[in-house]
């Protein structure tokens, strides 16, 4: 991971005490999904509201029980070999966010980061894999996993590991 700039870092020391509070909390899953489909369309999809922050990325799904697409702006963190790692906290909302039923349901999705598309594979993070996770996870955005304590739930934990272009087969 390379050095974040200076500014980045500012915003990122005014904006990480922030998401700790329950106005945010209750405001943002409201507020930041039409915000990040604002910006990805006018940056024709490079861009990313939260990607000024952390890195993000697109996830394409298939709904778990409707069968259509479905796309979800998200914080990822880096895994090596390419994987990432996504975290389903909803903001420490007491349910599970919906895409995680909908990768439960249908592990191939696709992802689109900064502009470009590809194919992957979900799989669960199981019990002896999390505190890694979390501890890759917090390295980039202290704090983070108090999502989980404060949510009363086992937040569920993805890493998504690029797979061949389905579309060539």
């Known amino acids: 991971m390379g050095r974040m700039p200076t500014v980045q870092l500012l915003v990122r020391s ?3 005490p922030l998401t700790r509070t ?3 909390r209750a405001l943002a899953p409201v507020l ?8 990805a369309r006018v940056s024709g999809g490079r861009v990313q509201l939260s990607g000024l922050l952390v890195p993000s990325l697109v996830l394409h799904t298939i709904g778990a029980k409707s069968g259509a697409p479905r796309d979800t702006y998200l914080m990822y963190t880096a895994d090596g070999r390419g994987r990432a790692i996504v975290a389903g ?3 420490a909302q007491e349910r ?3 895409w995680t039923y909908n990768l439960l349901a249908h592990p191939d999705a696709s ?3 900064r502009g470009r598309s590809m194919p992957v594979r979900a799989s669960l993070i199981g019990d ?4 890694e996770a979390w501890a890759r996870i917090e390295a980039q955005w202290p704090g983070y996993r108090g999502y989980e304590r404060d949510s009363g739930r086992v937040v569920r934990l993805f890493r998504l590991q690029p797979v061949a272009d389905r579309r060539s087969e």
């Open 32 to 39: 930041l999904p039409p915000l990040e489909w604002v910006v």
């Open 128 to 131: 002896g894999e999390r505190d």
């Open 22 to 24: 329950r106005v945010f």
């Open 89 to 91: 906290t909803t903001f």
């Open 14 to 16: 005014v904006i990480a």
């Open 96 to 98: 599970h966010p919906g």
């Open 111 to 113: 992802i689109t980061v």
